[in-house]
């Protein structure tokens, strides 16, 4: 039989029918992703600038951004920045949502959708109130003002994969837990958290993703050594166009790329 | 054989908001008991099992445990197994694991939670299943693997939730002699939550049926069945048909008639208790031990092992009879529209106080 006369699956469309959806979902998808993926090429010309496609093949940029310490420093200070920033939100997340799941106050649904509103706000705004905020504490162009910065944008992602996670979890194990001679300290850490560490790896993940693609709060908040590598690509867009960006891009890419799938490999197998 | 204790439990009461889960709850239940907490879901018979487990902090009143005051002691220190409707194993742990979790708690050197794992296994007959994974396991053996788990540290007392609603009909018979042979075996105090009032009374040394928080009654099986003390212990427990009567010169008269009646009469307004099961068809009203009910045949209904005839007396009441499908009985049965003698014993007559408990309070 032909593929395009097959059924789908149980229903009565084939293949053929469903052409015309195949085809627009492949446009999206990759209008997704092309703009995207087009800077890998980019990234290994030969060119003093941007050009596609390269004309002659390179690694000299490449070169170019492992061998500028002002480089290194801003991606010391992002891969830090994210390290610390999934330190934070990823115990206060866990605890939030294990919280949410066991209680039963009425207001608890609305204390969820107050700790996700920085997923709602626009992050200008949120970067212009930390910006004002921090000057007051005196805690612009600092690590520990960045990180905490970060962790507030990180917590929603995180908080929802976790009570995701929760969800599907039975939570008189923690009860039976405890009637057996565990504290609740105790039935959480041996009986529940096992159970749902693939959520919580999940989530912090999610967090590193977050911290480390951040621009907006960065360049209100941070400055001269305290500079994030996106930070210091976006200003860097501004003065002069230079491959190395793409090499960066490349890089960055690779790195969330692996986040994110690492995500997906964890996510699922929390699910009994 | 482990040492059982006492539970005294004295005016405990639990509000949410206004509605009294627990009202005022007296309840002793002796040591090396089965006791069966029954009534409908909201009744408050849960919650009372979460308040002996140390879930649920009542506002005030006394649990004590033989003579030691357990209200304020968190659940991991009370010492009390328990078992839940859905089991609740960790999924993460082989059923040794399992069942040897309480006793890795409590510092159990490791030869020796080895033995007495696999003692709590032959305990309830799963030898040789310790190295499976809980989701290889059967429903019937979850169940064996959570009730091991519950008494292999020994506790003084079991709590169990409703533990056989989500296995079969089949397997739950099963389990339900199974279960009491182990308590017998084991003689623990035992406090067993069900909404099953079938199950309640094939199990339980003594019932305590619950109602709006409100302990209503608890005593035998038997005399839950016979001489239930209030209307709704009479309707939730097997079925009944409740006929006010009146009174007159110390008698007991239903549509002009003067009941022989067993037990004593309580004060009050009261009601005659018909269960299908205790009338009979009389051919007439020659025998003087019976209490006889004139009536018209509506419906017979067969259903498998039994038949039901319902019928109406005289003064308008809807009654039903139930009796066993046996080759006498179905050839005595009588068809519809026809005149027939209900028939109770003077024993098996039995009143019932209006009393007015049942209203919500």
């Known amino acids: ?272 | 054989m482990i040492k059982a204790l006492p539970i005294h439990i004295q005016q405990v009461v639990k509000t949410y908001g206004r509605i009294h889960a627990l009202d005022h709850v007296d309840l002793e239940i002796k040591s090396g008991e089965f006791l069966t907490l029954l009534g409908p879901s909201g009744s408050g018979k849960t919650t009372l099992l979460m308040v002996l487990a140390g879930f649920t902090r009542p506002d005030s009143g006394s649990v004590r445990f033989g003579d030691r005051e357990v209200i304020r002691t968190p659940p991991h220190k009370r010492d009390v197994g328990m078992v839940f409707q859905n089991y609740a194993l960790f999924p993460h742990m082989t059923v040794a694991g399992n069942i040897g979790f309480p006793l890795r708690l409590r510092g159990v050197q490791k030869d020796d939670i080895h033995q007495r794992v696999e003692h709590a296994l032959s305990t309830v007959q799963l030898d040789g299943l310790g190295d499976r994974r809980i989701d290889q396991l059967s429903g019937g053996q979850k169940q064996r693997v959570a009730l091991a788990r519950a008494i292999v540290f020994e506790p003084r007392i079991l709590l169990m939730d409703e533990p056989l609603s989500a296995l079969d009909k089949k397997l739950r018979d099963h389990m339900q002699i199974e279960l009491r042979r182990l308590h017998e075996k084991l003689g623990i105090t035992t406090v067993y939550v069900t909404h099953d009032q079938r199950e309640a009374l094939t199990m339980s040394d003594r019932v305590a049926v619950i109602n709006h928080g409100r302990l209503i009654q608890c005593d035998s099986p038997r005399t839950i069945y016979d001489y239930p003390a209030s209307p709704f212990v009479a309707n939730f427990i097997g079925e009944s048909t409740l006929i006010p009567v009146k009174r007159s010169n110390g008698n007991v008269v239903l549509d002009g008639q003067v009941l022989k009646v067993s037990g004593a009469v309580p004060d009050g307004r009261c009601s005659l208790m018909l269960r299908p099961e205790r009338l009979t068809i009389l051919p007439d009203r020659r025998n003087p031990d019976y209490n006889v009910f004139p009536g018209v045949v509506e419906e017979v209904v067969f259903q498998g092992e039994s038949f039901v005839a319902y019928a109406v007396l005289e003064s308008g009441t809807h009654v039903s009879m139930r009796g066993i499908s046996q080759r006498e009985t179905v050839a005595s049965l009588p068809s519809r529209g026809k005149a027939v003698l209900l028939g109770l014993h003077w024993e098996e007559t039995v009143l019932i106080p209006e009393a007015n408990e049942d209203a919500p309070g």
Request: with cysteine; hydrophobic share 55%; net charge neutral.
């Open chain 1, 1 to 272: 039989m032909n593929w395009l006369s097959r059924p789908v699956s149980d229903i009565q469309i084939t293949h053929g029918s469903r052409l015309w959806l195949y085809i627009v979902s492949g446009l999206i998808m990759m209008f997704l992703v092309v703009p995207t993926l087009i800077v890998i090429p980019m990234s290994f010309s030969d060119s003093q600038y941007l050009e596609f496609p390269p004309r002659v093949w390179s690694v000299r940029w490449y070169d170019n951004y492992f061998g500028s310490p002002e480089w290194m420093t801003a991606t010391w200070v992002s891969v830090r920045a994210a390290l610390l920033t999934v330190v934070v939100t990823t115990p206060v997340a866990t605890l939030a949502a294990y919280g949410l799941s066991v209680s039963n106050l009425k207001a608890s649904r609305w204390i969820f959708i107050l700790l996700i509103t920085p997923m709602m706000v626009p992050v200008i705004l949120i970067a212009i109130g930390i910006f004002f905020a921090y000057a007051k504490l005196n805690l612009n162009n600092s690590m520990f003002g960045l990180v905490l910065a970060h962790s507030v944008l990180a917590l929603p992602m995180c908080l929802i994969v976790i009570s995701a996670g929760l969800k599907s979890y039975d939570m008189n194990q923690e009860l039976v837990a405890r009637s057996l001679g565990a504290s609740r300290v105790k039935a959480f850490l041996v009986i529940t958290l096992p159970q749902i560490r693939f959520s919580v790896i999940s989530g912090a993940l999610l967090a590193f993703v977050v911290s480390f693609d951040e621009v907006i709060v960065a360049l209100f908040i941070t400055g001269g050594e305290i500079s994030t590598i996106t930070r210091s690509m976006f200003l860097a867009l501004r003065d002069q166009i230079d491959p190395t960006i793409a090499s960066i891009s490349t890089v960055l890419i690779m790195v969330t790329t692996l986040a994110l799938v690492l995500t997906q490999v964890f996510g699922q197998s929390d699910s009994p």
